[in-house]
């Protein structure tokens, strides 16, 4: 199955800075899903990126396949406390079992 | 809509123990998934389901047991309990592919499991 890497898995910032970070293949992706866990919390979905090339932006965030549909990244604007947390990448299986992998996440960490 | 819901969420076994984990959705997902997670290793997918009927092993399976006899819930089953499987457990559906929906996993909260 389709498996993405996400190093390094822990990052500090100071309180606007920005931050970005990867997820990686070796392989091509049909798509790509992202999602942030709180401390103590779940995973909660953020966006999915399934052209290449493609751009989305939420607010501060902003999430871009690959245009070789490889990699993809997310680049926060101004890093504030409330970005605290993990962000998963995570590819799906288009095949008969819609099986969702999940890299192993970075953990953000903002200094106010 | 209460989403997904999962109860409990806090347990303590003992080594040997079994108990069912309970998971339920109302959003007539046909996807569901059980996922561990532990420090430093992700979400590891154990066990997953596409509809009624149908399961099949993920990434970590062993020492667990799934079945699916609704759409609304899949319970996982820890048959004799041992400290490695001490970790946090979420439970997850979304729609299956392929199809007009959106693709998100609505995970639940999550049970916090500890075996001694």
């Known amino acids: 199955g389709q498996q993405v890497m996400q190093i390094p898995q822990y990052q500090h910032v100071q309180e606007g800075e920005d931050f970005t970070t990867y997820c990686n293949s070796s392989?091509?992706?049909?798509?790509i899903q992202w999602y942030k866990q709180r401390p103590g919390g779940h995973p909660v979905f953020l966006i999915q990126?399934?052209?290449?090339?493609e751009v989305k932006k939420q607010k501060r965030l902003t999430f871009q396949f690959g245009e070789a549909k490889k990699n993809s990244s997310l680049h926060i604007t101004a890093t504030q406390t409330t970005d605290v947390g993990t962000y998963f990448c995570?590819?799906?299986?288009?095949?008969?079992?819609?099986?969702?992998?999940f890299g192993k996440g970075i953990t953000l960490s903002v200094r106010p | 809509n209460a989403g997904v819901t999962q109860t409990p969420k806090f347990q303590v076994l003992k080594t040997g123990q079994s108990m069912t984990l309970q998971c339920a959705q109302d959003?007539?997902?046909?996807?569901m998934s059980w996922y561990r997670q532990d420090p430093g290793m992700g979400l590891r997918l154990i066990h997953y389901?596409?509809?009624?009927?149908?399961?099949d092993q993920g990434e970590v399976p062993n020492g667990y047991n799934v079945s699916r006899s609704t759409t609304e819930d899949f319970p996982l089953r820890l048959l004799s309990a041992a400290p490695s499987q001490t970790s946090v457990y979420f439970c997850?559906?979304?729609?299956?592919?392929?199809?007009?929906?959106?693709?998100?996993?609505?995970f639940g909260p999550g049970t916090r499991l500890t075996v001694t």
């Open positions: 990126l399934v052209k290449s090339g």
């Open positions: 392989t091509t992706l049909s798509n």
């Open positions: 997850a559906s979304s729609y299956h592919w392929p199809g007009p929906f959106s693709y998100e996993q609505y």
């Open positions: 959003m007539n997902h046909e996807y």
């Open positions: 995570a590819v799906l299986d288009t095949g008969a079992n819609s099986k969702l992998t």
């Open positions: 389901s596409v509809g009624a009927g149908i399961t």
